[in-house]
């Protein structure tokens, strides 16, 4: 493990801006989900794409506990579970696959999408799932297309796993038909209920054409071109994002939609990249924005002050901290990411006060001990770490909500500061 | 390879977890990749304990394999050492690290340290949780078990047994063990080391000063009660005291071991055998009822149905292949073949066709049975969060048998329930479209008519059934208007069950036109 990187001695309290600000790195043992947890959100957005991991038991145990599932219908996500005779070269691992997706796909005649996610045991035994998905898309050809992606823990974090899905998709897209229409693609799973917010929004401004991908079918492919202007939703798409700078389509660069702030900024990139007038943009956002200014106020009564304490966890923190810093007043002790891209962040660090302490990877030991050294009123983290933190009388909050609820717009801009202020308000009311 | 959509059991490293979070001063180091981490949360979550689970995970990633994971492992394992303390370490893989092949145990040894660092062989690709924690707690004994010192005479002291079994994560453990302890005290026994939960390392070392041993979850207990039975010649318990008929074997079978009388007024708090005979229990008589779960709790629950509450018991089955064989012999008891399987789509299949009216499972099994609108009590791991109720609630001893009773009968219709519905099924303001009186006076109109009658000039009547009814006539069988009527005159709460059935007669028998007859012969049929 790397000795810690000492920080820099904090520039100007007031000063704005952690482009420049090291990141303490450490190595250990990592507190998070891999990849293949993004299969929950993934499954219940794209409606008729089939999940099926080739993995081990622990793949299927993983998935079912951090959904928290019992299942309700038939889910459509599963596991190939790779068993001995597999392993033992008794069984061609190829032709079993093969045997599990037609049994699969007799069982489910409604799915159109099948993706293969690839597991770390999958990887570490070399089984090329690229091929096989090559194989089956031949195989059950006009009935289902097979996609491939990563999502196991020795390549990928928790919500990255959703950026190797999409960014490995989009590589198997034919290309579109040549068009002289521009549109605006908006990137990253989004509640149905937020993208027809922001969707409504645009085309009040004036722009026509406003898709999202990953899309509720997967039939529903948008055009992806260079008359393409993309907006990312989620903070860790980063090789989404290169894939579709490759098929030509432009990044529009925006802090995310996250509080009213964020929103508004996020709004107003995609408003300029297609020349809407600040007249038409105010129109549009005047109201929404107003309405969620009100629903922040009585959370930043309860939020204001209070020192909060990010572990790393979905690559949503910056933005989350940037939120909760500007709008509602916070102090930010620390903020952990699983993985740092400075890139899609660079309009988020240059809003966090210069002297946050960031954080990238993790030791959960040592931070642990950093967490009990800052004392913060809130502590932002996983479901594993949450109940032990509370024990010791730290309020916390789970970071999982914080993927599964729509938080994003100005219509959520109120929840998404609720969640941050409940559990303080909790345990005023059970001590009172 | 398999296709799993669910699975009862984890792999087998969360069995050892399990043990090493039961007790008090082990640590486990798992050589495994991120996100195996996830299962902390089943433990801080589902069981809410308030410590995280003694378990260091390496977490290496795609750019260690190239490198260098057995160095890795091995600083893992020393700074878990430093940090935490234990008395003992446990080491192992979990699937992919079992692949990489680094040897944790190999590992840890060299590393010298002053405790007994006990190496896991858990084969992921072949074993599940449940044969996880039975070897774990075998390998731990076998480490750490002490042989006896010389005992005084049982003539001079109370006998004493060791509780084996329980662990984190389990089905109702941490009550059944208070039940079962109060128990054996009431008959003299003490209780010299409940293990592995809450037990520290010495009290391991220790179980041999005991006398015999308690096994109440074989599943887990059963491998190392055999090795303390052929090494210290310690015998153990074979009956599981869930129900008050196996409670009393099993107070026999501890009052054997221990060469002591049974007290007269051991049986003054079980009520559910007085209950099972009350007027009112009358209506459980001949309930058919669906098992499925671990094995023990399957078995046990099945006599206890069976035996104490009346029921017929018309389909079990077992996630547990160690123990399959126990679970077939106890189902030839009830005339029906067991189940044996881990895919809940085939116990689903199962249901479905059994048509039980009460459903004794496991959190899917819950499931399942609101899908199909039929009753249901969950009587065995895994564990769901309301598997660990704030209240006293334990499965075994005669406290165990009034907790089942009340368990299994809540979620069933009462007998003067049954009765007054039957009563006033046609009653006006008495109708399955009623809200129930404590939901306050809005009014309701009487139901809407079950069916519509449609008639068009070139055809014959036809019968429209309304699309929340829980299953069309399939196959083309056609009821009535006059026998749709006659259903609805039927209570509620068991016309669901009458409608298949007669649409199974019908079909059965190539009947196309349901009538009045119709519904009445396979009544008849079905009340053979």
């Not at chain 1, 408003?271 to 959370?299: C, G, K, L, N, Y």
């Not at chain 2, 009388?261 to 009112?280: G, L, N």
Request: charged share 20%.
């Amino acid at each position: 493990m790397s000795p810690v990187i000492p920080i820099q001695a904090a520039q100007a309290a007031s000063g704005m801006g952690c482009a420049d600000t090291p990141v303490l790195v450490q190595r250990g043992q990592r507190e998070v989900f891999c990849g293949l947890t993004g299969i929950i959100w993934l499954h219940r957005k794209i409606q008729d794409a089939f999940f099926l991991v080739v993995g081990s038991r622990t793949c299927a145990h993983l998935i079912q506990s951090a959904a928290g599932v019992m299942i309700f219908a038939e889910p459509r996500f599963g596991t190939a579970i790779i068993d001995e005779r597999d392993l033992a070269g008794l069984a061609d691992c190829n032709d079993e696959l093969d045997r599990v997706v037609s049994e699969l796909l007799t069982r489910r005649p409604d799915i159109k999408q099948l993706f293969l996610v690839g597991s770390c045991p999958s990887e570490v035994i070399k089984l090329d799932l690229s091929r096989a998905a090559e194989r089956l898309s031949r195989q059950h050809l006009h009935r289902v297309r097979v996609v491939n992606y990563s999502g196991s823990g020795i390549e990928t974090t928790f919500t990255q796993g959703e950026d190797a899905c999409l960014a490995s998709w989009l590589q198997t897209l034919p290309a579109p038909p040549a068009s002289d229409q521009f549109n605006l693609l908006i990137v990253g799973t989004l509640a149905d209920v937020v993208e027809d917010q922001f969707r409504q929004y645009f085309q009040n401004m004036g722009i026509e054409q406003v898709d999202f991908f990953p899309p509720r079918k997967s039939t529903q492919i948008p055009a992806i071109g260079p008359n393409t202007r993309f907006l990312l939703a989620q903070p860790f798409l980063a090789d989404t994002a290169r894939q579709l700078e490759a098929q030509g389509a432009t990044r529009v660069p925006a802090p995310f939609p996250l509080g009213a702030q964020g929103t508004t900024q996020w709004l107003k990139a995609g408003a300029q990249a297609f020349e809407i007038s600040d007249e038409a943009f105010e129109a549009v956002v005047r109201a929404p924005r107003q309405r969620a200014e009100i629903s922040m106020t009585r959370h930043r009564d309860q939020l204001q002050g209070r020192k909060i304490f990010f572990f790393p966890d979905s690559q949503l923190e910056i933005p989350l901290a940037r939120f909760l810093h500007h709008e509602m007043h916070m102090h930010l002790c620390e903020v952990g990411t699983p993985y740092l891209h400075r890139g899609h962040m660079a309009e988020e660090l240059a809003l966090l006060p210069s002297n946050t302490r960031l954080s990238e990877s993790q030791d959960v030991e040592l931070q642990l001990d950093r967490c009990r050294a800052d004392q913060p009123d809130l502590v932002v983290c996983g479901l594993g770490l949450a109940n032990p933190l509370e024990a010791e009388g730290f309020t916390t909050k789970w970071a999982i909500e914080l993927v599964f609820t729509p938080i994003q717009g100005y219509e959520q801009a109120g929840d998404l500061a609720g969640l941050f202020s409940r559990p303080l308000i909790r345990r005023m009311k059970l001590a009172a | 390879m398999q296709l799993t959509l669910w699975t009862y059991e984890g792999p087998p490293h969360i069995g050892a977890m399990r043990i090493a979070t039961a007790m008090q001063d082990v640590h486990y180091v798992l050589h495994a990749p991120q996100g195996d981490t996830y299962a902390d949360l089943l433990f801080t979550m589902i069981e809410r304990l308030p410590k995280r689970p003694p378990v260091t995970y390496t977490t290496f990633q795609a750019r260690d394999l190239g490198g260098d994971t057995a160095q890795l492992f091995k600083d893992a394992a020393a700074q878990a050492n430093a940090r935490f303390a234990p008395a003992a370490m446990l080491v192992g893989a979990s699937c992919t690290a079992e692949l990489i092949q680094d040897d944790p145990g190999g590992l840890a040894q060299a590393l010298n340290l002053p405790i007994p660092v006990v190496p896991l062989e858990l084969p992921a690709y072949q074993r599940k949780e449940n044969w996880g924690a039975a070897e774990t707690f075998y390998q731990l004994a076998r480490r750490l078990v002490l042989p006896p010192a010389p005992k005084d005479p049982l003539s001079q002291r109370r006998p004493r047994c060791n509780l084996l079994g329980p662990t984190a994560l389990g089905f109702r453990h941490r009550d059944d063990i208070r039940e079962i302890s109060q128990l054996l005290d009431q008959l003299g026994v003490d209780v010299h080391v409940v293990a592995p939960l809450n037990a520290s390392v010495e009290q391991v070392r220790q179980l041999a000063q005991a006398d015999f041993n308690v096994v109440l979850y074989p599943e887990i207990a059963m491998t190392a009660a055999t090795w303390l039975q052929r090494q210290f010649d310690m015998p153990f318990t074979k009956t599981i005291p869930i129900g008050v008929g196996a409670t009393r074997d099993f107070v026999a079978e501890v009052a054997a071991l221990a060469g002591i009388e049974i007290p007269a007024e051991i049986e003054a708090h079980a009520r559910s055998v007085w209950y099972s005979k009350s007027v009112d229990s009358t209506y459980l008589t001949g309930k058919r009822v669906y098992l499925f779960g671990d094995a023990s709790h399957v078995v046990a629950a099945a006599r206890f149905a069976h035996q104490e509450m009346g029921f017929e018991v018309v389909g079990m089955g077992t996630y547990s292949r160690e123990f399959a064989r126990e679970v077939r012999e106890a189902a030839k008891n009830y005339g029906v073949e067991a189940l044996i399987t881990d895919d809940y789509l085939l116990v689903e299949e199962q249901i479905r066709q059994l048509h039980p009216e009460l459903i004794l499972g496991t959190q899917m099994e819950r499931h399942i049975a609101k899908r199909l609108s039929t009753p249901c009590a969950v009587i065995s791991a895994p564990v769901h969060v309301q598997d660990f109720p704030a209240r006293y609630a334990p499965q075994m001893g005669f406290e165990g048998a009034n907790v089942l009773f009340d368990t299994w009968v809540h979620p069933l219709m009462m007998g003067l329930e049954e009765h007054l519905l039957g009563m006033f099924r046609e009653d006006f303001e008495f109708h399955d479209g009623a809200a129930p009186s404590h939901l306050g006076s809005t009014r309701t109109p009487s139901p809407e008519p079950l069916s519509v009658v449609v008639h068009s000039p070139d055809t014959v009547p036809q019968i429209v059934v309304p699309a929340s009814s829980p299953a069309n006539a399939p196959r083309g069988s056609q009821w009535s208007p006059a026998a749709e009527k006659e259903l609805g005159k039927i209570p509620f709460f068991v016309r669901g069950k009458a409608k298949r059935n007669t649409e199974r007669y019908a079909q059965e028998l190539g009947i196309y036109d349901i009538t009045v007859e119709t519904l009445y012969d396979a009544k008849a049929h079905f009340s053979r």
